[in-house]
């Protein structure tokens, strides 16, 4: 070999007996093989892989870690939590096709349904799905699905999955549920019959604000038909996104049930505090917390800006679930594609914010809030 091919064919030798502790990252675009016959491998289902847009042992390992906590037969990872959200609803709904999606859902979600499912023939009904009544109301004879949050965002109602599996199954509708706020570790809604669980892993699966990820995981042949929309569409995750949303996963229970332990604890300090018109958090769901979100609507007494510029070390960032505690304003974010009337409706005023309640200790977090609405009164 000259120079100019040596250079580019150096093989470890020692390569074989490599056991690393932990997964490599597989940043290759593609994969090689050795002959014809393995080639054809591949194509018969060996297991191997080929070409990284289509499959990556990174990305197969993100898919299968959430299927794991969530306990469905499979998953599959997707470079957004929206493009997760397309592959799964595509996976369900075709041209001609109507869907049943709540009204308060993430505010990307609700654009995605609204501005980009007509132009594929997909009709969707907004309703609450506070009011089951409502969601029966709306299924017509071409509904194939019902799509709502564990957790709603940013009131934070919890949904009653199992109220919402029996109407899907009366109608023979299936379900997709968005899990991002709960996490399996609050709530595993294929485990109630949910045929879908969906989950934007750049929040708490990945956990550290580092990544933007997606995880599609449910009923095998709805997966498969997932995978292979996102195969289509080119949104697979990438071989470093997904090592690293699997590494911060590893921490996902010490770092949810410190998160959600502040959250309560904060949202019964606020509940205490006169310039505090309403805390928005799930309590009823046990002594531990139920995730880490807590929103609270500010009585009038309070300048919001003001309150926005006393936050001390709290940061004011548009997403949420980092270890961080970080607040952010619903109207002027995740809300703000939706028209005035609806964020009205929903209750999301000038008023609202939306906290992501980080490891801090307890006392500081709490602290903080206290001391920035008596400076903004
Ligand atoms: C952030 C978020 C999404 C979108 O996820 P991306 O990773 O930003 O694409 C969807 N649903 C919920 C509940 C979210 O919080």
Redo the contacts with the bound molecule.
């Keep these: 070999m000259n120079f100019e091919t040596s250079v580019l064919h150096n093989q470890n030798k020692k390569k074989r007996t490599i056991k690393s502790k932990v997964t490599p990252i597989y940043q290759t675009s593609a994969f090689a093989f050795s002959d014809l016959e393995e080639l054809e491998g591949f194509y018969q289902g060996n297991g191997n892989y080929l070409y990284s847009r289509v499959g990556n042992p990174n990305t197969d390992e993100l898919g299968q870690l959430v299927a794991r906590l969530e306990g469905t037969p499979e998953g599959a990872a997707a470079s957004?939590?929206?493009s997760a959200?397309l592959a799964a609803i595509l996976s369900v709904a075709q041209n001609g096709d109507h869907i049943v999606a709540a009204d308060d859902v993430?505010g990307?979600?609700f654009h995605m349904l609204k501005e980009e499912l007509s132009s594929l023939g997909i009709s969707v009904t907004f309703v609450s799905f506070a009011n089951p009544a409502e969601v029966g109301a709306a299924i017509q004879t071409n509904t194939v699905l019902l799509y709502t949050?564990s957790i709603t965002?940013p009131l934070l109602r919890v949904e009653d999955l199992t109220q919402l599996v029996h109407l899907a199954q009366k109608h023979k509708l299936k379900t997709i549920v968005?899990n991002?706020?709960a996490t399996p570790l609050h709530c595993q809604p294929y485990r109630l019959g949910v045929n879908i669980v969906v989950h934007?892993a750049?929040?708490y699966i990945g956990g550290h604000s580092d990544v933007?990820a997606?995880v599609v995981v449910g009923d095998q042949e709805l997966v498969e038909r997932a995978r292979a929309k996102i195969v289509n569409l080119g949104a697979n995750s990438t071989p470093f996104e997904a090592w690293l949303t699997c590494r911060g996963a590893k921490t996902l229970a010490l770092r949810m049930k410190a998160q959600s332990a502040n959250a309560r604890a904060l949202a019964l300090s606020l509940k205490e505090n006169e310039h505090v018109e309403t805390v928005y958090y799930p309590l009823e769901y046990g002594e531990h917390g139920f995730g880490a979100m807590v929103t609270i609507k500010l009585a009038e007494t309070v300048n919001i800006s003001l309150f926005f510029k006393s936050l001390d070390w709290i940061k004011i960032v548009p997403t949420?679930a980092g270890v961080e505690t970080s607040v952010s304003h619903p109207l002027r974010t995740s809300h703000r594609a939706l028209p005035p009337e609806a964020c009205a409706a929903l209750g999301i005023t000038d008023q609202v914010v939306r906290i992501s309640i980080g490891i801090e200790n307890a006392e500081d977090i709490i602290a903080v809030f206290n001391q920035a609405i008596s400076k903004s009164i």
Excluded: A, Q, R, V
């Design positions: 957004s939590g929206l959200i993430y990307g979600t949050e965002n968005d991002t706020f934007s750049t929040k933007t997606g949420l």
